[in-house]
Nanobody, 125 residues
Framework: QVQLVESGGGLVQAGGSLRLSCAAS????????TGWFRQAPGKEREFVAA????????SYADSVKGRFTISRDNAKNTVWLQMNSLKPEDTAVYYC??????????????????WGQGTQVTVSS
């Protein structure tokens, strides 16, 4: 069993930055592909970014490319999402997800085995 806990969300003005953290416990984290997804009110959950277990492979949604950066430190069992140049349309609950097998990066929600509880990000205009 793996537990994922997100933190770092909050209220920020447009153009500002936030850094989300996803801390894993329960099992070793270093073989897991990990991703970030978000869900705004009334919308489907959507892919944001993903990273392979080694950190050598990443993928981003077009809407966040050049603004968001995903990274990880397996020794700390933590994955981060650095979000810069935030826009009001980035407002959502952000979820961390981990996949037990494969080790690559994955961009669809059904590919993930474990999910965190989410952290709210609100960007004011």
């Amino acid at each position: 069993q793996v537990q994922l806990v997100e933190s770092g969300g909050g209220l920020v003005q447009a153009g500002g930055s936030l850094r989300l953290s996803c801390a894993a416990s329960g099992r070793t984290f270093n073989n897991y592909g990990t991703g970030w997804f978000r869900q705004a009110p009334g919308k489907e959950r959507e892919f944001v970014a993903a990273i392979s277990w080694s950190g050598g492979g990443t993928s981003y949604a077009d809407s966040v490319k050049g603004r968001f950066t995903i990274s990880r430190d397996n020794a700390k069992n933590t994955v981060w999402l650095q979000m810069n140049s935030l826009k009001p349309e980035d407002t959502a609950v952000y979820y961390c997800a981990a996949r037990l097998t494969g080790g690559s990066y994955y961009i669809t929600a059904p590919e993930y085995d474990y999910w965190g509880q989410g952290t709210q990000v609100t960007v004011s205009s």
